[in-house]
């Protein structure tokens, strides 16, 4: 029985110094809970589209007599070409009578010599109602042409006195060299392509399919001729010069990243793409021209 006790107590000794020995187990660590994430910036909006500071306007045929011959005061927003079919006379006939130079960019209150009074009558009459209306609208041709509308006098300024030498614009820059290998401004398919369309229409170029905001590239080097939204149906728009006597066109856009004369890179971003115009979803409307004569974009290029 002693012998009983006594080897119970011994194991009970054991099992305490067992316990008595074991180092303790440090406490689980506590996990802090997961700290919200910031909540992500919005995307940067794209600049708005430089707006031009006129605005095109129909031309009202209304000659000033004087003895020195028949005179039209250009009003804001008017262009040489729109003055000259207004009065039935060939706009290089304008030109050469007032010795215009290019860009041909008229100021407000310039004075434009006109032909005989006779002459010119004898043209209006013979034009049709379509080549009436032309002459109250502004086209992409007229703009390749020089045709850019006067621009509206500052606020405070006075248009110049009657015979007054008007303030003249000032040139592009120069455009060197032989023409350039054009590349597509944006990775999109063709939806709308070159040639004749539906009801009598013409696509002078072709439509690609764009998200909108994505970036407008400049399919060349070259000078930017014309930014702006004077130009019915096209929205925003930039005509941009090339060498060998290109122009490329890129219309609907969203926003105008450059100004006209701002020298442009190949692949330069240029623009944003949107759907301003006569459009239903972002694209871009894009056009190369020969001169005046459009060329389908996907011939010269190719790779659609």
Known sequence: ?????????????????????????????????AKPLPPRPAPAKPPPAKRTD?????????????????????????????IARAYGVPWRDLIALN???DPYVLAVGQRLRLPDAQAAAARVAAMSLEERARAFSLSIDDVVTGGQPAASEAPGVRPPLAGAAAERPVPLPAITGSAP????PLPGRIISGFGPKAGGRFNDGVNLKANA??????????????????????????????????????????????????????????????????????????ELRRGRAPVDPAGVIGGR
């Open 181 to 184: 290998r054009f590349r597509w």
């Open 99 to 101: 010795g215009l130079k």
């Open 213 to 286: 905001g994505e970036a407008v590239r400049a399919a060349a080097d070259g000078v930017v001729a014309y930014a702006g939204d004077a130009i019915a149906g096209f929205g925003n728009l930039l005509l941009i010069k090339h060498a060998g006597g290109w122009v490329s066109a890129y219309a609907h856009n969203e926003a105008l990243l450059v100004a006209r004369g701002a020298r442009v890179q190949a692949g330069e971003v240029i623009a944003r793409a949107g759907q301003t115009g006569a459009v239903a979803e972002p694209q871009l409307h894009f």
């Open 54 to 82: 006129w605005v095109a306007r129909a031309v009202t045929a209304n000659a000033q007599i004087t003895p020195q011959g028949r005179f039209h005061a250009v009003r804001p927003g008017e262009t040489g070409i729109a």
């Open 1 to 33: 029985m002693r012998r009983a006790a006594a080897l119970l107590l011994l194991l009970v000794a054991s099992g305490c110094a067992n316990i008595i020995g074991r180092p303790e187990r440090p406490p689980p660590a506590r996990v802090p809970p």
